[in-house]
């Protein structure tokens, strides 16, 4: 089926620095996401994006916190700077359609581990 | 607040047994149910998904889940277990007009040869 690829899979951070988290979707899909996943909890919503702009965040999703999809490449969060409770596992994923009665299937990554020092 | 609880952390149940994963939300209206699984080191796959209608939907892999209103869960089943199935189970919930998913905790399925 459709896959969601995500790189690197993991990565160690000194805090403070930046990280770039690259997720590659679905060819054909419209609509991106991130979640975060720290040991032992539960995935969390983190943000949704289309047509370059973000229509959905939490309140997870820090003003350190940015994505974008240049020019149809990698759907990428971008923290900047890194703090020690950004250590976590995020997942991407990506979808053709919006919500709703017709909710699309969202499509995942494998995910990332992220670990800040 | 709006919720997704899935009780048991750790099932472990013998190959060819029956299986039920325990899944309840707390919504003010009825959700969209999913149930993923998620192997290691992959990212997640959906196993069935419940709109409306029948209460009762299957799913790949022989799964099926059973949603009751009255009881506001959505459990996952399957008459007879393989070593292939132990990963890792998600319920999750959407309302409808927005792209939100929400996620239990996740089950942890070991089978035992």
């Known amino acids: 089926g459709p896959k969601v690829l995500q790189i690197p899979s993991h990565q160690i951070i000194d805090m403070g620095q930046m990280v770039t988290l690259n997720c590659d979707p679905v060819?054909?899909?419209?609509?991106f996401y991130w979640y975060k996943q720290i040991l032992g909890q539960q995935m969390e919503f983190l943000v949704n994006?289309?047509?370059?702009?973000?229509?959905?965040k939490s309140k997870l999703f820090k003003d350190q916190f940015s994505v974008e999809r240049p020019d149809g490449s990698y759907f990428t969060l971008k923290i900047q700077p890194t703090a020690l409770e950004d250590s976590a596992v995020y997942f991407c994923?990506?979808?053709?359609?919006?919500?709703?009665?017709?909710?699309?299937?969202?499509?995942f990554g494998p995910g990332t581990r992220l670990l800040v020092l | 607040a709006q919720s997704v609880t899935q009780p048991d952390a750790r099932v472990t149940v013998s190959e060819g047994a029956s299986l039920q994963l325990r899944c309840k939300y707390s919504?003010?209206?009825?959700?969209?149910l999913f149930w993923y699984v998620q192997y290691p080191r992959q990212g997640l796959q959906l196993l069935l998904k419940?709109?409306?209608?029948?209460?009762v939907v299957q799913g790949v892999n022989g799964f099926e889940a059973e949603f009751s209103k009255s009881n506001s869960s959505f459990h996952l089943r399957k008459a007879s277990v393989h070593w292939s199935d132990s990963a890792v189970y998600f319920c999750?919930?959407?309302?409808?007009?927005?792209?939100?998913?929400?996620f239990g905790t996740g089950t942890r399925l070991q089978v035992s040869p």
């Open positions: 994923a990506s979808s053709l359609g919006l919500g709703g009665r017709y909710q699309d299937t969202q499509y």
């Open positions: 419940y709109y409306s209608g029948d209460p």
């Open positions: 060819s054909n899909h419209l609509y």
């Open positions: 994006f289309y047509n370059g702009k973000v229509m959905e």
């Open positions: 919504y003010s209206a009825t959700p969209y």
């Open positions: 999750a919930v959407s309302m409808p007009n927005t792209d939100k998913v929400v």
